[in-house]
């Protein structure tokens, strides 16, 4: 027993017995994340080729050609800009961003309204923190969207799309997804739409998009419109933005990675509504990224105010990229309609959306009940990479898949550096042959070699559960 100054008596504690706290404690929410299932795989998937293992990549949508010449040019000219670019992004840029979405997309925006930031993901992210209300999202939708929206507190409230049309949305189907939020105690404020699609490849046709942004406008929501592959139309279907018909109430976001192949470069933009609301949400959006990002990098910003820019080279990569992607996505998708595998035609990106459930009663039998051991079945038996329809927000019982065809293009595995790029311009080089004639076939090693692969997987279903077919 110890006694204290005043006379107390203690029981005596034995310091080396005192509990000791980890020095490391995660949030509860924080135990629960996972990391993002498009990078999950692509990490994947290298491990597997670095090891030997033949893999068909049709798990990641990273553009694969090679940098246009005049960005890399603009990037050196810029890599001694060390010092920091002021927050929002470097005034030239906001401004040539403006012009450009006037330029290609009818969209009136002053460089005021430009936020640039390292990747438009973050921006996003950042505009579920700092917009009010929880977050309506069409089934499916990008692997990101909903996590973001639930590590920054927000309900997701799933919207139902129709699979027998391209995966549409319909103002009918966001009213009811609504009712059912309200009767849940949600507040659902924010509808963020993506197309062309990632994962379906899909894209709204007109008076869809019209309707969209009259129901958001009706409903007083605010509309995210993730524009990222808008210049990867592939011609049958016209983009259009819904802040054609919402210039009030859409925010718009896009950036570098898709169109002119730069995703490692990490450069977005969101360009929000000239109103009080848009303002206001430019300044919170401002301070956020004050203490998050601080800017963008200035070699960076500096080499975008070049692919922004009114450039007839840089324009022409860009069509001709739009061009060899949506023959690789055609190409791949005749394969699986000719397979009798239902799948939406695609309309720009390089994303197919198919569906395998007419062979449920044949994977059942193979032990296979969801789309993640779908995928999973594929890439240890078939070498191929995919991701579940499940990563996108669907059931786990879907057997919806996510093919990515944009890694398709490369010209082989054990091709060099110099390789890879001299083919990859020699394919750009033969695009307008794809502009002007319908009958014209590429020679791609890549993309032949995951057609006869997904035929075995087809044929091998059929030959050994010939009764099985849904």
Request: glycine share 8%; proline share 7%.
């Amino acid at each position: 027993m110890s006694t204290t100054s005043s006379g107390d008596t203690q029981a005596y504690q034995d310091p080396l017995s005192t509990p000791i706290q980890t020095p490391i404690q995660l949030e509860p929410g924080a135990q629960a994340l996972a990391t993002s299932a498009t990078l999950s795989m692509n990490e994947a998937v290298a491990k597997r080729r670095a090891s030997g293992r033949e893999t068909i990549h049709l798990g990641f949508g990273e553009a694969s050609f090679p940098l246009h010449p005049l960005l890399a040019t603009a990037l050196a000219d810029a890599a001694k800009r060390t010092g920091y670019a002021p927050v929002l992004g470097i005034p030239e840029l906001r401004q040539a961003i403006a012009e450009y979405l006037a330029r290609k997309r009818g969209l009136t925006f002053s460089s005021d309204q430009i936020i640039v930031a390292p990747g438009s993901k973050p921006l996003l992210y950042a505009l579920v923190q700092v917009l009010e209300g929880d977050l309506l999202l069409p089934v499916p939708s990008w692997v990101s969207y909903a996590p973001q929206a639930r590590l920054a507190g927000r309900k997701v409230i799933g919207v139902e799309t129709d699979p027998g049309d391209c995966h549409r949305l319909t103002p009918h189907a966001l009213s009811q997804a609504m009712i059912q939020a309200h009767r849940n105690g949600a507040n659902p404020r924010i509808l963020i739409v993506n197309t062309p699609s990632n994962p379906t490849g899909g894209m709204f046709d007109r008076a869809d998009v019209e309707a969209l942004a009259l129901w958001a406008r009706e409903e007083g929501i605010t509309l995210i419109s993730d524009e990222i592959y808008a210049e990867l139309a592939h011609g049958w279907r016209e983009h259009v933005s819904p802040a054609r018909f919402y210039p009030e109430g859409v925010i718009v976001t896009g950036g570098l990675s898709k169109a002119f192949s730069a995703g490692g470069w990490r450069l977005g933009y969101a360009a929000l509504p000239p109103t009080v609301a848009g303002i206001q949400a430019m300044i919170a959006l401002r301070s956020l990224a004050s203490e998050i990002w601080s800017s963008a990098a200035s070699p960076v910003q500096e080499a975008a105010l070049v692919a922004f820019s009114n450039n007839e080279s840089l324009e022409q990569y860009v069509q001709h990229s739009a061009l060899v992607h949506g023959y690789v996505a055609g190409r791949l998708y005749g394969t699986l309609v000719g397979l009798g595998v239902p799948c939406p035609r695609p309309a720009g990106g390089f994303y197919l959306y198919p569906d395998f459930s007419p062979w449920r009663h044949a994977l059942i039998e193979l032990g296979i009940k969801t789309g993640k051991e779908l995928a999973h079945y594929l890439l240890e038996e078939w070498d191929i990479a995919t991701l579940p329809g499940s990563a996108f927000g669907e059931s786990p019982e879907s057997f919806r898949l996510r093919l990515s065809t944009s890694l398709l293009c490369l010209p082989g595995d054990t091709a060099s550096q110099f390789e890879r790029e001299a083919a990859l311009w020699s394919l750009l080089a033969q695009a307008e042959e794809l502009r002007l004639q319908t009958e014209v076939t590429l020679a791609m090693p890549v993309l032949e070699r995951a057609q006869a692969r997904l035929m075995e997987v087809i044929h091998f279903l059929n030959l050994h559960y010939p009764h099985h077919k849904v």
